[in-house]
């Protein structure tokens, strides 16, 4: 789509990065935003850059003027954004009870997952008013409706992402902007960086909720793209103030 702009926060990641590739074909500029890992995002620019142009930063989302800055090196005032796809976010890695669970570390998760979505959206909502379409698609989790055993934080984290969308389809529907989450079930990533205990913990919930799923396989990054990439295009035209499973029937 010519002169068409996305933003993806957590373009580094199993998810954001598929998002990425398959974004860089269907907008004319996308900014991607990672956090700590700068060669990989430039690595993705590299990649990417022969099919659109793309601007990159690293930043902390949990740090209001922090990100706001990062942003504003970017932006002029004319800039306009047709989309935001947000996918950034920490996980419970602590693995306990909400009894046993550390303060900091609830605050933390709480931190970067509900109020970094928030300062997204207090960031962004004047560049997205300004395109004569807009769409915003946060990623969520399937934990948000279900709870989250020994993962108190990111369960609570998650339900508050899929609240504020709702709440923002309601304030900026006079505006044109379309706001959805999308909650994905167990889906299949390189987890090869997580601790032996959270990936301990992740095996063995993954094993039993697999029992569960009538399509019997896990969801791939490439069904949470596809998905994600409709929500964020012109051809998704009335759908906004949903949370949409994509579980493969797990209810």
């Not at 807009?134 to 990111?154: D, Q």
């Not at 051809?235 to 949409?244: C, D, F, L, R, W």
């Amino acid at each position: 789509m010519k002169n068409t702009t996305a933003i993806i926060t957590g373009a580094t990641g199993n998810i954001g990065s598929v998002i990425a590739e398959m974004a860089s074909k269907e907008f004319s500029t996308l900014i991607l935003c990672g956090f700590k890992n700068r060669q990989k995002l430039q690595k993705l620019k590299k990649k990417l850059e022969s099919n659109c142009t793309i601007k990159i930063f690293s930043s902390d989302i949990s740090v209001f003027y922090s990100l706001k800055g990062n942003f504003g090196k970017i932006f002029t005032p004319q800039t306009k954004i047709n989309a935001l796809i947000h996918t950034a976010s920490v996980r419970s890695d602590d693995v306990l009870p909400l009894a046993e669970t550390d303060t900091k570390h609830w605050e933390n998760t709480l931190k970067t997952n509900l109020f970094g979505t928030y300062y997204l959206m207090k960031i962004l909502l004047p560049y997205l008013r300004k395109s004569d379409w807009a769409r915003v698609v946060l990623l969520s989790s399937s934990v948000a409706k279900t709870g989250l055993k020994n993962g108190s934080a990111y369960a609570a984290s998650k339900a508050g992402v899929s609240n504020l969308a709702k709440t923002l389809s309601l304030e900026e529907g006079k505006n044109g902007i379309l706001f959805n989450t999308i909650l994905p079930g167990p889906v299949e990533i390189d987890d090869s960086h997580f601790d032996k205990k959270y990936n301990e913990f992740r095996k063995k919930y993954y094993a039993k909720i697999l029992n569960q799923i009538p399509l019997s396989r896990l969801a791939t990054t490439h069904d949470v793209a596809k998905l994600t990439l409709f929500l964020a295009s012109q051809k998704n035209s009335y759908i906004t103030g949903q949370e949409i499973n994509i579980s493969g029937g797990l209810i």
